[in-house]
């Protein structure tokens, strides 16, 4: 069995080789062992000094996101025959030794992606109180989404079989860690997590989570779309059905004020708003039922990029 392990990295030179020469070089059941550097950009010494650690290195001319880097990891695992891709941050903040337990249910099959939990006791130290909470908003979001209970859904310490990576078909480049979970779960995959350590640095900044406003309508605009993409009669029924019965509310309003007064005035008006909701939830409730339909034309095209891929990469 195959493994890479990828670590995104931007402008790390002062941990880079420490993190590369801490990585596992034998696991048990595992033939082989090789590390890939993804430089998403870096105006330092990351690539070099990756190379010199004898990492594979795939470089990108320019800061391109987490999730840009993340398809580039998916794409050299894909393309070199790896069986399980593991991803884990090049600033050290996780153990490497726990990169065994992290793919062991992969080897035994017992799980298709294997999320690393940070939060199985809590907040970490150092870890805000305020990202925390975003944290814990998010994993209860995704869960409700993909209908499986999550804790910590932000985690990029995570590992994924070769099935797992055929069938990723993601987009989001500012990050990829909600979307892989979600597209995984619908496509009918295991995805188990297991408890992790993790340290933070009081002194470090989060490179993804800079700005924590940004942080939050980036990712929010991530979920929205795969709601879209995975339950679009949930999205636009409810918000159909609300504006239908808001109309019907103004309808019901005003046939019992006739039938108790003989009359319309002075409420005439509230007829024409409660038609205007009832149409337009109509016309939403009929948006709801055309994207149902390509919801099932894209199911069908995921199947046939699997297959592909499949040709491609397995033959």
């Excluded at 002062?14 to 033939?31: D, R, Y």
């Excluded at 990351?46 to 990108?60: F, I, K, M, P």
């Excluded at 869960?143 to 078909?169: H, P, T, W």
């Excluded at 679009?232 to 159909?240: D, N, R, T």
Aim: proline content about 3%; aromatic content about 12%; overall charge positive.
């Amino acid at each position: 069995m195959k493994l890479l392990i990828y670590l995104p990295a931007l402008d790390e030179e002062s941990n880079i080789v420490n993190v590369i020469n801490n990585l596992p070089k034998k696991i048990p059941h595992v033939s082989e062992i090789n590390y890939l550097v993804v430089d998403d950009g870096s105006i330092d010494k990351t690539a070099a000094l990756a190379r010199s650690s004898r990492a594979q290195v795939v470089s990108h001319a320019r800061n391109r996101g987490v999730g840009a880097a993340f398809h580039s990891g998916v794409q050299y695992a894909l393309e070199n025959g790896a069986d399980i891709l593991v991803g884990i941050d090049a600033d050290g903040q996780f153990d490497p030794d726990e990169i065994q337990t992290l793919i062991e249910p992969i080897i035994t099959d017992k799980a298709d992606m294997v999320i690393g939990n940070r939060f199985t006791r809590g907040r970490p130290k150092y870890m805000s109180q305020i990202k925390y909470w975003g944290n814990m908003i998010i994993a209860s979001l995704v869960s409700f989404i993909g209908g499986q209970k999550m804790q910590d859904v932000s985690c990029g310490f995570r590992s994924y079989n070769r099935e797992a990576l055929l069938r990723l078909n993601i987009f989001g480049k500012f990050t990829y860690t909600h979307e892989t979970i979600l597209s995984l779960i619908y496509q009918e995959l295991r995805v188990i997590e297991l408890a992790i350590k993790v340290r933070y640095y009081p002194e470090r900044k989060s490179r993804v989570a800079k700005s924590l406003f940004r942080y939050a309508m980036q990712t929010g605009k991530i979920i929205f779309r795969i709601m879209l993409d995975y339950k679009p009669l949930m999205v636009f029924g409810v918000f159909g059905g609300a504006m239908l019965a808001i109309g019907m509310g103004f309808e019901i309003f005003l046939l019992v004020y006739y039938v108790i007064f003989s009359k319309f005035t002075p409420y005439k008006s509230v007829g024409f708003i409660g038609l205007g909701f009832g149409i337009f939830g109509l016309l939403v409730l009929l948006i709801a039922l055309v994207a149902d339909m390509l919801n099932r034309i894209r199911v069908n095209q995921n199947q046939q990029l699997y297959e592909l891929k499949k040709m491609r990469y397995d033959s």
